[in-house]
């Protein structure tokens, strides 16, 4: 089985999200969480790498005037994961990662079959691709404590990392299944 590692959205701007009313301190513990999850992730993406194990970057454009529009330092992608030669990045406009991209045709060309998975916006982004990946056939690994997301009007981020993770875990299409796994206890 060949497995790359998927990571979906850490960009700049990903979290602000004006339109929710917070406190300065709970902007600043989300903020604090979401800089422990790119840790998460920058270790993962170096253990990859140091496995030979591909590394795709996904990267949304949320269009003209958007905290994401591309070009934007907002779109930018977290310096922490950076990609670097022989890493894949592919863009996107939609919540679903496959949607419209060439995410498909590059797991295909490399004959990947599972994904280790992590990124920003669980309830969206994350949760989307890796439905539509179970659907599609692979075999996904979500980071436990490898995806984030900001406060919703109803529920606050740490109850939709913990629900997602919770519904995940185990989801199934045929024989594609999902398992939810921290990140220390990764392998590829």
Known sequence: MSTALLIIDVQNAVLIDDALVMSDARREQINAVFDQTVDRLRVLQEKARAEGVAVIIVQHDGGAGDLLERGTRGWEIRAELAPQDGDIVVEKKNADSFFNTTLGDVLSARGI????????????????????????????????????????????????????????????????????????????
Not at 140 to 150: E, S, Y
């Open 113 to 188: 079959t599972r994904l280790v998975t992590g990124g920003c916006m669980t309830q969206y982004c994350v949760d989307t691709t890796i439905r539509r990946a179970i659907s599609l056939g692979y075999d996904v690994t979500l980071i436990g404590d490898g995806h984030t997301t900001t406060d919703s009007q109803s529920l606050k981020f740490e109850d939709i990392v913990r629900h997602h993770n919770e519904t995940l875990n185990h989801f199934r299409a045929g024989n594609a299944c999902v398992r939810v796994v921290k990140s220390q206890d990764i392998t590829f």
